[in-house]
Every structure is written in C-alpha cells, then in structure tokens.
C-alpha cells in the first residue's frame, strides 16, 4: 500500500516567525523538508498552509500546496482537511511530517509509514530513538516515551520517564544504566479513518496538562506503534539556536 506525505506548515509560528521561510544554506526550510519526504518512496507530497506568502514559496519551488482553514488548532488537524478534501480512501496511510524537520532523513519517514503498514492493529506509528546525556533526559523540551513489551506507547511526557527512583533521589542527577530512555520523534503515520476520527476528538487533560496532542490517542484508546529509529533524526528547528545549529550541519555536509 502507497503512502502520501503531507507537511502542516504556518507563519505565525510562537517562537520563531515565517518558521517554515527560514533560508538554511541559501534555501528556505521547508524546502529542505519537502525534498526529503520527496525522497522517501511516498506517491504525493502536499503541503498544507494557511499563509499566501508560503504557499507561494513552495509552489516557487514545485511543490503540491493544499490551503486549509486558518482556525486549525494544530498541523493535524490541517492535515484532516487536506485527505477530506481530497477524497482519499479510508485505509490511505498518511505520514505527518513537521514543516521544521529540514535534516530529518528520507528513510524515516518510509520506516514509519512501514511501521504502521505492518501494524494492522494500530492507529498511529511513531518513532523514538535513544537518549544518551541527563541533560537531554531533563529537559521538558525534549519529549520522553515509554513503551510495553510489544513495542506499543504507554506513555509521553516531557518529564524523564520512567523515573529512577534509586538513581535520581540525589543530585546531581545522571543517567541510570538501566532501563534505556528514549526521545520522541515528532514524526507520525495514521490512516485516513482513523485520523477524520482523531480531529473530533476533545482535547484530554493529559494531553492539555502536557501540551502533548498524542496523549489524546491514548486518553481515547488509541494503540500508538513505535519503533527505534533506523538512521539518527537530526535536529529540529524550535529556536534561534537551533536555526545556527542547522545551518552548521547542513554547511559540514555540503563540504564533505
């Protein structure tokens, strides 16, 4: 079964404004987004905006542009709009890829589409990969998951899960040896039912308390897939800082 693409991007981002514009390496982000998921085997690749100035970079640059309402509360719900209006069936796998993802590689986004292909009884796949330093482990920025012996989410939270109870009672705090933390990868696969589903859900106290929109799937019953990502994700793009950190990956890897 095929899978399509669709990128949820918007201007008027909290932190860092015309986000998905940003240039990285004489580019603008989204296009670097855009390119890889191009990249991954998908049969389309849509853009999703509500924002004329990115529609018009993207078409600049080739791609499919879907316009969607500006009352959207979140890139999910954009991306509803989009497989609604264009009729796709019920069981189509649609990969939700962050418009401020511009190093995430090609292969995860077919990794996590597979994921979910060979998980008939799952509603959504993700993915995680290990966490290595405390600092990371600590920090409310970076999304933890705790998974059952199947591979299924039990759990996300920014703060460190599971706690250790012996191993963080003092400080400073440091990595345990055991058990293996993972961080969240905001890159997910649904399928078209389940997703027109998903939107009209209201929003969890779990998921509110977090700020965390995939703790309304679990609050609802929803059995999350995930799986440790086969290649590194890359960092995303949330900050300032993280802009210059980009910048500097992508320099190194042209000149390499």
Same mark, same amino acid.
């Given at each position: 079964?095929?899978?399509?693409?669709?990128?949820?991007?918007?201007?008027?981002?909290?932190? !860092?404004?015309?986000?998905?514009? !940003?240039?990285?390496?004489?580019?603008?982000?989204?296009?670097?987004?855009?390119?890889?998921?191009?990249?991954?085997? #998908?049969?389309?690749?849509?853009? #999703?905006?509500?924002?004329?100035?990115?529609?018009? #970079?993207?078409?600049?640059?080739?791609?499919?542009?879907?316009?969607?309402?500006?009352?959207?509360?979140?890139?999910?719900?954009?991306?509803?709009?989009?497989?609604?209006?264009?009729?796709?069936?019920?069981?189509?796998?649609?990969?939700?890829?962050?418009?401020?993802?511009?190093?995430?590689? =090609?292969?995860?986004?077919?990794?996590?589409?597979?994921?979910?292909?060979?998980?008939?009884?799952?509603?959504?796949?993700?993915?995680? +990969?290990?966490?290595?330093?405390?600092?990371?482990?600590?920090?409310?920025? /970076?999304?933890?998951? /705790? !998974? &059952?012996?199947?591979?299924?989410?039990?759990?996300?939270?920014?703060?460190?899960?599971?706690?250790?109870?012996?191993?963080?009672?003092?400080?400073?705090?440091?990595?345990?040896?055991?058990?293996?933390?993972?961080?969240?990868?905001?890159?997910? =696969?649904?399928?078209?039912?389940?997703?027109?589903?998903?939107?009209?859900?209201?929003?969890?106290?779990?998921?509110?308390?977090?700020?965390? +929109?995939?703790?309304?799937?679990?609050?609802?019953? =929803?059995?999350? =897939?995930?799986? +440790?990502?086969?290649?590194?994700?890359?960092?995303?793009?949330?900050?300032?800082? &993280?802009? +210059?950190?980009?910048?500097?990956?992508?320099?190194?890897?042209?000149?390499?």
């Amino acid at each position: 079964m095929s899978f399509k693409v669709v990128i949820p991007a918007r201007y008027a981002s909290e932190r !860092l404004r015309a986000k998905p514009l !940003l240039d990285i390496a004489g580019r603008p982000m989204l296009q670097w987004v855009y390119d890889n998921a191009c990249s991954s085997g #998908a049969s389309e690749v849509i853009i #999703a905006t509500d924002d004329d100035r990115i529609a018009a #970079a993207a078409r600049a640059f080739g791609a499919d542009v879907h316009m969607t309402s500006r009352n959207h509360r979140s890139g999910t719900d954009r991306i509803a709009q989009v497989v609604q209006e264009r009729s796709d069936g019920p069981r189509q796998i649609v990969v939700n890829l962050q418009g401020d993802e511009p190093l995430l590689p =090609a292969k995860l986004i077919s990794q996590v589409a597979g994921l979910l292909r060979s998980e008939s009884k799952s509603e959504v796949a993700t993915l995680c +990969e290990p966490i290595a330093t405390a600092r990371e482990l600590f920090d409310p920025a /970076v999304v933890k998951v /705790v !998974l &059952d012996a199947r591979g299924r989410a039990l759990y996300f939270s920014r703060a460190p899960i599971p706690w250790h109870r012996q191993g963080f009672s003092t400080e400073p705090r440091s990595m345990p040896s055991s058990p293996r933390y993972f961080r969240h990868i905001g890159i997910y =696969a649904y399928r078209v039912a389940y997703l027109a589903e998903f939107v009209t859900r209201p929003v969890s106290p779990l998921e509110a308390a977090e700020s965390l +929109e995939q703790l309304r799937a679990l609050h609802y019953g =929803a059995i999350i =897939a995930v799986a +440790e990502a086969s290649v590194p994700s890359g960092p995303g793009v949330d900050t300032e800082d &993280d802009v +210059e950190r980009v910048r500097l990956a992508m320099g190194r890897a042209r000149e390499s």
